[in-house]
């Protein structure tokens, strides 16, 4: 149906990462990514088998009935379904904070300006940071965040090299590093943040260490 979008899953949890963590937020998951990052953790989000239609009025008006008033926007990747844009604008007119978690392939000039959006960077350890869009970074407002998962030191000195470049601490505050647990102890990760004197967020996966081992739901 033209007003239907696919999710994978909706639900109520604590935000777990960026500026937001700790607060309690609805999650709608939407089905489908255009990328295969090595360390991705929500690769069931990408199953078609998973998806089912779900009416966008209908999920605008769960939530500001609700007395949480933050919608966080993830998947897979949102940007890839077109009523993802409608959606964003009917959760604003309903006084909700909404966030837009996106990989940062996709141009976001279409987004409304109010929605904080999570502009996820990819870096070579991913094995996709070809796909990045930087012209992005040029439409950043100083509510939105960009995030680098790191999984080695070469992730880490990319970090760096793109923050610097596109003088990213000159649009937002908000400069969020990620550790891949798997990959690197997060207080390697620290120290080398704490060296450089380097101007940015550990940003740690709260969520994972409240519910260790769950993907979905979380």
Known sequence: MKDNISIVEKYISIQGETTFAGRPAHFIRLGGCNLA???????????????????????????????????????????????????????????????????????????????????????????????MKFANFALLKGHDQVKFVISGRKDYDYCKHIVDKYELYKKTENILLSPVISRINPSSLAKWMIEDEFYGILNLQLHRIIWPGKRKGV
Do not use: H, W
């Open 37 to 131: 990052c090595k360390y991705c953790d929500t690769k069931f989000s990408n199953d078609f088998r998973n998806f089912k239609e779900v009416s966008i009025f209908e999920l605008a008006n769960e939530i500001s009935a609700s007395l949480i008033k933050i919608a966080v926007i993830t998947g897979g990747e949102p940007l890839l379904q077109k009523n993802t844009f409608p959606l964003m604008e009917m959760l604003l007119e309903k006084r909700i904070t909404v966030i837009l978690e996106t990989n940062g392939s996709l141009p976001i000039q279409k987004v409304p300006g109010k929605v904080v959006k999570i502009i996820d960077c990819k870096c070579p350890m991913s094995g996709e940071e070809q796909k």
